[in-house]
């Protein structure tokens, strides 16, 4: 999908996905899904790694099953 050859700087990218609300940590993915919650920031960094490992192997679930074991996707709003 492109991911590999995509030559913008990830961690520009990756600061702006992560956000906190209400207490708790998210992170936006390309394809517009909200990602977490998670307890702190250092949780959502890691797990924003992980996410990122399965885009680039291309192990991501299908849109329609979005959310790998240790990711809790919501809707993006």
């Given amino acids: 999908m492109g991911r590999r050859n995509d030559t913008r700087q990830r961690a520009g990218t990756r600061s702006s996905r992560m956000y906190q609300e209400n207490g708790s940590w998210y992170f936006n993915t390309r394809e517009g899904t ?22 680039d192997s291309g192990m991501l679930p299908d849109s329609d099953t979005a959310g790998a074991a240790t990711l809790r996707a919501q809707p993006a709003v």
């Fill in 34 to 55: 909200v990602v977490g919650p998670f307890r702190d920031e250092p949780e959502a960094y890691t797990q924003l790694e992980v996410y990122i490992r399965l885009a």
